[in-house]
């Protein structure tokens, strides 16, 4: 693994080199990109690692409570796509610093855990699978928006940490919201406002010599040259280079197209009409999944916090 991470290291260093130096003294501030419902089911890196570690220990303690021993698992390292607007949306700065993280992705792949991390033993037991992960007996199904549903044991450790975090009806809200998140972007995507933006982008990219009509064909090329360089350091270092470049043009032409302004203002009528036909009780669930989220972080916190 040590020759990966000075593989990493070289590469992400000589693309630092291509893309320049900029000074960040006199920079405006970068536009936020938008997401559905204020990013409700949406947490940042920072929150990702707390509530994780967080989980983890539950996970733990609930185990040692039916006498099984579990050990808490390691966030896996690298991007997370989890980060990713949903509407592919991308900041001059984020493409400075990453361009799309799709080489970022390649070269910082999840490690193994260490000895200390695994389960590998315990995994080979059945009683401490049903344990970790629950049974049929004790499935419950639940509704979604549509014709969706999901589905938890109540008596894994899983579930009962979970609940014990986010509170008993997280789940059910989470994935509510995660439906009707969909929902939004569906109805942005379609609205004349981002289309009108998505047409001036289009010609902006034209004009650099970039031909893309959807905002996923830049990064999906960087993707293929990815998988054309392998682990070549050479081949790797000329993509992180054309990534970062492609993406500085492609988050330009989206400032100068107006898609931020677009799909805020899109955004806005598209959750209004998203929650009326939700139903009633949509308003209410929407201020409870915050509330929830907000608790959890800050249990996940207070707990990571050494005590003074």
Not at 133 to 144: A, F, I, K, M
Not at 248 to 264: E, K, S, W
Request: with cysteine; net charge positive.
């Amino acid at each position: 693994m040590a020759s990966t991470r000075r593989l990493t290291s070289a590469v992400l260093l000589l693309a630092l080199g291509v893309a320049g130096c900029t000074s960040a003294g006199h920079a405006r501030p970068e536009p936020t990109a938008p997401r559905p419902f204020q990013g409700v089911t949406y947490y940042g890196p920072g929150s990702r690692a707390a509530l994780h570690t967080a989980e983890e220990h539950l996970i733990a303690a609930c185990m040692r409570g039916k006498g099984f021993t579990y050990h808490p698992q390691p966030q896996p390292t690298g991007p997370n796509r989890l980060d990713t607007s949903p509407y592919l949306l991308l900041t001059e700065a984020q493409a400075r610093r990453d361009g799309y993280g799709e080489t970022d992705a390649v070269l910082r792949a999840p490690r193994p855990a260490g000895a200390t991390g695994t389960n590998a033993h315990e995994e080979n037991d059945p009683r401490w699978k049903a344990a970790l992960l629950g049974t049929d007996r004790h499935r419950v199904y639940v509704r979604l928006p549509g014709t969706l549903e999901f589905f938890y044991d109540t008596d894994s450790c899983v579930s009962a940490a979970g609940t014990q975090l986010y509170g008993r009806d997280y789940q059910r809200l989470y994935n509510t919201f995660q439906v009707l998140t969909g929902r939004v972007v569906n109805r942005v995507t379609g609205d004349a406002r981002y289309r009108a933006a998505m047409r001036r982008w289009q010609g902006c990219m034209r004009d650099a010599g970039q031909r893309a009509h959807t905002l996923d064909e830049p990064p999906a090329a960087i993707q293929k040259q990815l998988q054309r360089a392998g682990t070549d350091p050479t081949a790797l270092h000329a993509v992180a280079g054309q990534e970062l470049k492609l993406a500085g043009t492609d988050a330009g032409c989206q400032r100068r197209a107006g898609l931020f302004d677009a799909v805020a203002h899109a955004q806005r009528d598209a959750e209004q009409a998203v929650l009326r036909a939700a139903g009633a009780g949509a308003d209410a669930d929407l201020a409870r999944l915050r509330e929830a989220r907000q608790r959890a972080i800050a249990r996940a916190t207070e707990s990571a916090t050494p005590p003074a």
